[in-house]
């Protein structure tokens, strides 16, 4: 069966909250809801802004629900590598206009995961493993190592301590790590699993930004150049199929099939493996 992906115009954001009542927002009523994004390197201008977040959280709080925004501290150096500072970086940004509360978080329980021939252990932030109901804000543009950054990557990489994306960097790149007793794979391949030791048994929407789409990850003070023409705005129910979808809206509107750095369909091919969701979706325009 195709996985539904709602469609919103770029000029066109007051039907946001149409295309969230298409996802059922209505599942998180009355309760506590993590938003999970990522507010940006101090510098970085093509992040998810403050006012598109803000429209997914008055709309929870329409609904009685109490959301609050989450991210991750960082392994490099930068304005985000610490709790203090990357809080800081989050109210310089802006996002203290949104509503509601920012935490930023790093260490959790340790999460086993074996599976698409894969072992690893992740330790998932403590906020998103205590979570049930989670929503995802994810800026889809292209990424240094994977090619594509959207959902997956969100969780895969933003949901685990900075020990945790040390060692996925490590695994990815090492033939044996016997201290970590980790297997060799791909950065994409260890990303998707990440992901789903962070979202299994949660309830869990999305919503992929595709604007100022840039080569780089939000993580770069200056992830220049724009890649694409801004697109607009995807909702789903499952990360697999917004961040197929998301790819494939990149690589039609840009006219480019090499628009991306290198191949960004291996993450979504894994994570489907995996059972994160299909490939397979029907794109649907509000």
């Known amino acids: 069966m195709d996985s539904k992906v709602f469609f919103v115009k770029k ?8 295309a969230l009542k298409k996802i059922n927002l ?3 009523k009355n309760k506590e809801v993590l938003i999970k994004l990522h507010m940006g390197e ?14 997914v959280v008055d709309e929870l709080k329409e609904m009685k629900s109490k959301p609050f925004l989450f991210d991750t501290a960082v ?11 990357y809080m800081d970086t989050a109210l310089k940004n802006g996002f203290d206009k949104v509503g509601c509360p920012i935490v930023i978080g790093n260490e959790g329980p340790n999460v086993k995961m074996n599976d698409g021939g894969i072992e690893f252990t992740y330790e998932v932030a ?7 109901n989670i929503f995802a804000i994810s800026h889809g543009k292209g990424h240094g190592i994977t090619g594509f950054g959207g959902a997956i990557k969100n969780f895969g990489m933003g949901g685990v301590s900075k020990k945790c994306k040390g060692n996925m ?14 297997t060799k794979v791909t950065f994409d391949k260890i990303l998707s699993l990440g992901a789903k030791a962070c979202l299994s048994e949660k309830e869990v929407l999305y919503m992929n930004v595709l604007t100022d789409i840039t080569k780089e990850c939000d993580c770069c003070v200056n992830s220049l150049p724009i890649i694409c023409d801004d697109i607009g705005f995807l909702f789903s129910k ?3 199929a917004i961040d197929t979808a998301s790819i494939d809206l990149i690589e039609k509107i840009s006219r480019n099939p090499k628009v991306f750095r290198m191949h960004p369909r291996e993450q979504v091919e894994f994570a489907e493996e995996i059972g994160l969701g299909s490939m397979d ?3 649907k325009t509000i």
Do not use: C
């Not at 392994?75 to 500072?85: L, N, P």
């Open 11 to 18: 000029d066109e954001m007051e039907k946001i909250p149409t």
């Open 26 to 28: 209505d599942i998180f």
């Open 42 to 55: 101090l510098g970085n201008k093509w992040h998810v802004k403050p006012r598109i977040v803000k429209i």
């Open 75 to 85: 392994i490099y150096h930068g304005s985000r590598d610490s709790k203090e500072k």
């Open 126 to 132: 403590k906020e998103i493993n205590d979570s049930e």
């Open 169 to 182: 960097h490590s695994a990815s790149v090492t033939k044996k790590i016997l201290s970590l007793d980790q």
């Open 238 to 240: 499952e990360p697999v």
């Open 281 to 283: 979706y029907k794109l």
